[in-house]
């Protein structure tokens, strides 16, 4: 029996990954990430949960990278800590992903393959062919694996343009060769399946581009995805015809573009390039900056720029900020206040709202129909997206043609099983999230979250006392000390109240009752809470620290 197991990617936008078992042998697609929610205080990256490859470890023979984006490849770091097995990928997929585990302090373990489109890599009894397709990066790469039981076709993340560039375009002709060889199940990317007809042409985004830079009288900054070197090789050709100093800023865009640069697959004058420590030595309508933040990161250079604390570039009156790159879902907010923020100081900035400054790297209804007819595939599983949007393109397969029953929807966990009677969802395989926050792995949960929100709702009340062990009288305190609640000038009264409620209880409680130090603690929260409710409408988190000597 052949299995599919989704362990992140269906039903969500991020978190891609999927392991491929045939009897004793798995490999795995992506190892991606996703970044933290709103309700997600404090945590810095999310991951898919791996208890399944830990306990199928030995039996995971691969790592099968689709392309340099961080929902496919940010959680590679942590799944190498798992398991030591080779990864496959394209070059500018493995170049940055070589940084990455440089900074992990994995590189020197980690055993890393280059792939071009057009080649297979065996992986018994799986053979799995690279297929270009295009993307909002380089390199980007669909999968066609034969496995024992037929083919099947992965389509990664893709759209399918009419580009001269051969690094940009979808091998359409592959991938209907394929559908004439017999595909047993198509499983395709559904991320933008609300949206009808094509995408638009990367052309059109170049041209509003140039526009915009050729009326600008002052810097022009444009912020967008690193990863998105076919934007950032327009934004340079558009700079070099309007002869303006290019600044790359932005720690991931300058290890992206040196990677690219490697490679071959990106060029441009030293000449015109100017360390941002001199972007002031020039006139303002000879400066063109590329930059990181355009989804309104607290660190990143634009958010900076926009609150005044970045050290060489001063947003001022007559600058042009451009940000050309979709909004995450989940950033709606840190990217309006970046823009306010950026008008407040005096510039004109343009974002997909207002001008044709960006495309989306993902295929639209047309050229998921058109992938769903090259293929032609028994089975369809719709991947990469939200819980509607799997939906929805599973719909969109049965006005097609497929037969409902064929069309599968699963979710993060399900075993899609292939055998001699077909594909189907059998069981599922526990799966979650596990939440980063610094150095530490899963060890921020519901409870610590649910604590981290009570104490930005409504803040923290510590109560300090030292007791005599044998009499029980209070030798110092009560002491109250407020971080985010309140306590001052005009509302003292709460902490002379609230000592006066200590000390009832600390009365109550007669010397010598066993645990009389976890009891007053447990009655004193209870009845803080109550007082600071009844008094302020309002529901600090209680610490007591009692010491008895």
């Known amino acids: 029996m052949l299995k599919m197991i989704p362990l992140g990617g269906f039903g969500e936008i991020g978190l891609n990954m999927m392991a491929v078992e045939y009897e004793e042998t798995i490999f795995i697609i992506d190892a991606g990430l996703m970044f933290p929610e709103d309700h997600m205080l404090g945590v810095d990256i999310v991951i898919p949960e791996m208890g399944y490859i830990r306990e199928n470890k030995l039996k995971v023979k691969g790592i099968v990278l689709t392309h340099a984006h961080e929902d496919h490849i940010g959680a590679l770091s942590y799944l190498l800590r798992e398991i030591s097995v080779p990864v496959y990928g394209s070059a500018f997929t493995l170049g940055i992903v070589t940084n990455k585990l440089r900074e992990a302090e994995l590189l020197g373990s980690a055993e890393l393959n280059i792939v071009k489109a057009g080649e297979t890599i065996s992986?018994?009894?799986?053979?799995?062919?690279?297929?270009?397709?295009?993307?909002?990066?380089?390199?980007?790469?669909?999968?066609?694996?034969?496995?024992?039981?037929?083919?099947?076709?992965?389509?990664?993340?893709?759209?399918?343009?009419?580009?001269?560039?051969?690094?940009?375009?979808?091998?359409?002709?592959?991938?209907?060769?394929?559908?004439?060889?017999?595909?047993l199940a198509l499983l395709s990317d559904s991320t933008n399946v609300e949206n009808e007809g094509y995408t638009v042409s990367d052309q059109k985004v170049a041209d509003s581009l140039g526009e915009i830079v050729a009326k600008s009288e002052g810097r022009v900054i444009v912020a967008l995805f690193a990863s998105n070197i076919f934007r950032i090789r327009q934004i340079v050709n558009i700079a070099l015809k309007n002869r303006r100093k290019i600044v790359f800023n932005g720690r991931s865009i300058l290890q992206t573009v040196?990677?690219?640069?490697?490679?071959?697959?990106?060029?441009?004058?030293?000449?015109?390039?100017?360390?941002?420590?001199?972007?002031?030595?020039?006139?303002?309508?000879?400066i063109l900056i590329i930059t990181t933040g355009s989804q309104g990161e607290a660190m990143s250079a634009l958010t900076r720029m926009a609150t005044g604390l970045h050290k060489q570039v001063n947003i001022k009156k007559g600058d042009s900020v451009i940000l050309s790159s979709k909004v995450i879902p989940g950033n709606e907010k840190a990217i309006s206040s970046t823009i306010n923020s950026l008008y407040r100081r005096g510039a004109d900035v343009v974002y997909d709202k207002l001008a044709r400054v960006h495309v989306s790297g993902h295929a639209c209804q047309e050229e998921l129909k058109l992938m769903i007819n090259l293929t032609r595939p028994k089975y369809f599983i719709p991947i990469h997206g939200e819980y509607r949007h799997l939906v929805i393109h599973a719909r969109l397969a049965e006005k097609l043609g497929l037969a409902r029953k064929n069309a599968i929807v699963a979710e993060n966990g399900s075993i899609i099983c292939c055998d001699e009677s077909g594909c189907r969802?059998?069981?599922?395989?526990?799966?979650?999230?596990?939440?980063?926050?610094?150095?530490?792995?899963?060890?921020?949960?519901?409870?610590?979250?649910?604590?981290?929100?009570?104490?930005?709702?409504?803040?923290?009340?510590?109560?300090?006392?030292?007791?005599?062990?044998?009499?029980?009288?209070?030798?110092?305190?009560?002491?109250?000390?407020?971080?985010?609640?309140?306590?001052?000038?005009?509302?003292?009264?709460?902490?002379?109240?609230a000592q006066c409620v200590i000390l009832e209880i600390v009365e109550e409680i007669e010397p010598g009752v066993d645990s009389r130090i976890n009891l007053i603690r447990s009655r004193l929260q209870k009845a803080l809470k109550q007082y600071f409710f009844f008094t302020i409408g309002r529901r600090p988190v209680i610490l007591p620290v009692i010491i008895e000597v």
């Open 425 to 497: 969802v059998e069981g599922k395989v526990p799966t979650g999230r596990v939440l980063i926050d610094g150095k530490g792995i899963g060890d921020v949960g519901a409870s610590v979250l649910r604590q981290r929100r009570d104490l930005s709702e409504d803040g923290l009340v510590v109560v300090t006392m030292v007791l005599d062990e044998e009499t029980g009288i209070v030798l110092y305190g009560p002491e109250l000390i407020s971080r985010g609640f309140v306590f001052g000038a005009e509302t003292g009264y709460l902490v002379d109240d």
């Open 258 to 286: 040196a990677v690219a640069k490697e490679l071959g697959y990106f060029s441009c004058p030293d000449k015109m390039v100017l360390d941002v420590k001199k972007v002031n030595s020039f006139p303002d309508n000879e």
């Open 123 to 183: 992986i018994d009894p799986f053979k799995i062919e690279f297929i270009r397709v295009s993307h909002s990066t380089l390199d980007c790469m669909g999968l066609a694996i034969t496995t024992p039981l037929g083919l099947i076709v992965h389509t990664g993340d893709f759209r399918i343009n009419n580009c001269a560039d051969p690094l940009n375009t979808t091998d359409v002709s592959r991938f209907a060769r394929l559908g004439d060889e017999g595909v």
